[in-house]
């Protein structure tokens, strides 16, 4: 099966930086990934599917990027509502693998 | 507007049986694949099951399978879980999600909680 790992497991930047979570599949995907948002007991939120594809709804300083097995979840001005752990998921076929996730706080 | 609305969470010791049902509503749900998904306490995301839009075809977690088996009833807009033989690692919230046309995840119900222990 192919495993989904993701870097950092957690940061820490401050208000209005540029964040960036990698994702990275052990064999190719093509597009076919999403990623997740789950903030403090809350219930995930789908942010992003085909790599790069911006669910309605969602803030256009969120935005993904890659194909095959490395994948970028980048928010270009960190809010402090975007304090979450971050999911990238492996959608092309099953087992439809979440990452380990990555905890985002503000500094 | 889209509601999944979990039930049948609850209390079981190890090598009992529970059934989940997930009553979804707001959205055509024979035209959707469904799943669950679940988050053992302080962990991150389990994809556990997947059903495709007729029931014909399911797809389970290594670490579920022959275990759970997932069916729906498209007639009831109802998805269901059916967990055999819990474990006290089955311990988790268990989510219902709707697939947004391909395999991910576009809306998670609020989730069930399942506590498997003696």
């Known amino acids: 099966d192919i495993q989904m790992t993701q870097s950092p497991s957690s940061l820490s930047a401050s208000v209005g930086d540029r964040v960036t979570i990698t994702c990275r599949a052990s064999?190719?995907?093509?597009?076919?990934l999403a990623w997740y948002q789950q903030k403090p007991g809350k219930v995930p939120k789908f942010l992003i599917y085909?790599?790069?594809t911006l669910q309605s709804g969602v803030p256009s300083r969120f935005s993904g990027s890659g194909s095959g097995t490395d994948f970028t979840l980048t928010i270009s001005s960190l809010q402090p509502e975007d304090v979450a752990t971050y999911y990238c998921?492996?959608?092309?076929?099953?087992?439809?693998?979440f990452g380990p996730g990555t905890k985002v706080d503000i500094k | 507007e889209v509601q999944l609305l979990e039930s049948g969470g609850g209390l079981v010791q190890p090598g009992g049986s529970l059934r989940l049902s997930c009553a979804a509503s707001?959205?055509?749900?024979?035209?959707?694949?469904m799943s669950w998904v679940r988050q053992a306490p302080g962990k991150g995301l389990e994809w556990v099951s997947t059903?495709?839009?007729?029931?014909?075809?399911?797809y389970y977690a290594d670490s579920v399978k022959g275990r759970f088996t997932i069916s729906r009833d498209n007639s009831k807009n109802t998805l269901y879980l059916q967990m055999n033989s819990l474990r006290a690692e089955d311990t988790a919230v268990y989510y219902c999600?709707?697939?947004?046309?391909?395999?991910?995840?576009?809306?998670w119900g609020q989730g069930t909680l399942v506590t498997v222990s003696s």
């Open positions: 998921q492996k959608c092309n076929s099953a087992p439809f693998t």
């Open positions: 059903i495709s839009v007729s029931g014909a075809n399911t």
């Open positions: 999600a709707k697939s947004n046309g391909g395999w991910a995840f576009g809306y």
């Open positions: 064999q190719g995907i093509s597009n076919y």
């Open positions: 085909a790599a790069s």
């Open positions: 707001g959205f055509t749900f024979s035209s959707y694949a």
